[in-house]
Every structure is written in C-alpha cells, then in structure tokens.
C-alpha cells in the first residue's frame, strides 16, 4: 500500500480558492469605490456651503463698493471738457473720416473697485487707436486718467492732456 492516494488529482479546491478570490477583491473593490464615492458627496457639500459663504461675501463686497453704474461712469469720463476737445480736434483733423468714442473696458472687483473707461479712435478701416485710458471709482466717482509717461493713475487736477 502506498501513504499517497492512488485516486486522481481534483482541481476542484483550487477552482474553489479562485472563485474566492474573485469574489472577495470584487467586494473589496465595490466598498473602496463606495467609500471614494461617499467622500467625493461630502466634499461637494463642503464646497457647496464654501461656495455659497463666498457669494454672500462677495454680493456684501459689491453692494459697499459699487455706488455708481457703468454708464454713470462712462458719462462722467466722456463729459470732461478735455476728452470733448480732443475729440472735435481729432474729427476736424481728419475732416470727419475719424470719430472718437469710448467704451467701459473693465467692471469693479474687490480687489480694484472702479471702472476703467477707455476713449478711442475709430478709423475707416475699422481700426481704433487708444486715445486716453480713465479709472473712476465705483463708490466716489472720482475720475483719474491714467498718466502714459509715468504709467500710472493721476488727479483729474494735475492732468494736462493737451500740454498747454
């Protein structure tokens, strides 16, 4: 007699300890993608709540600072005597064939709480020609123009565009 058995070998244990395995890093795999899809809820609804802190903050921020509308603003600047001189100097030059306009380029934030209003050349070939960039304070409505050779924004008073 022989210790071994003389039966044949089954395979079966080794289909079974497979199947197990299977199963098992199935459900291993389903609880860490449960358990990544709960916390990616939770950090949108903390986001959600930060988001929501932040809007509030931000509308308290705008309603001190934004006193003046944009056409407020864009009115003030394109009323100064300097910019309607320039601009009938520019028209007659050019004996009509260039306009001059403005436009608000940029809206309050925070960070910079006025309005930058940007007065330009039109021309036929429907190019346009920077001509004077202004600030204007969205609470006060200060205008300050903006100084090309310093390169910085200057009292409305100590501004002499035309040099003379």
Do not use: C
Not at 38 to 57: C, I, Y
Not at 61 to 66: L, R, S
């Amino acid at each position: 007699m022989s210790y071994y058995q003389t039966q044949k070998f089954s395979y079966y244990h080794l289909i079974a300890a497979f199947v197990l395995g299977l199963i098992g890093g199935f459900l291993i795999n389903n609880l860490y993608q449960h358990h990544r899809y709960q916390n990616l809820l939770a950090s949108a609804d903390v986001v959600s709540e930060n988001r929501a802190v932040n809007l509030k903050n931000v509308a308290n921020v705008a309603d001190t600072i934004i006193k003046i509308d944009k056409q407020t603003a864009f009115n003030s600047v394109w009323n100064l005597p300097q910019v309607q001189r320039k601009a009938k100097e520019i028209e007659n030059l050019s004996k009509g064939a260039i306009g001059v306009s403005a436009t608000v380029d940029s809206y309050p934030s925070a960070d910079k709480p006025f309005y930058i209003v940007k007065v330009f050349e039109k021309h036929p070939d429907q190019t346009t020609s920077p001509v004077y960039w202004f600030r204007v304070s969205s609470y006060s409505g200060v205008i300050q123009p903006l100084d090309l050779v310093e390169n910085q924004y200057i009292d409305i008073e100590k501004w002499n565009p035309d040099g003379r």
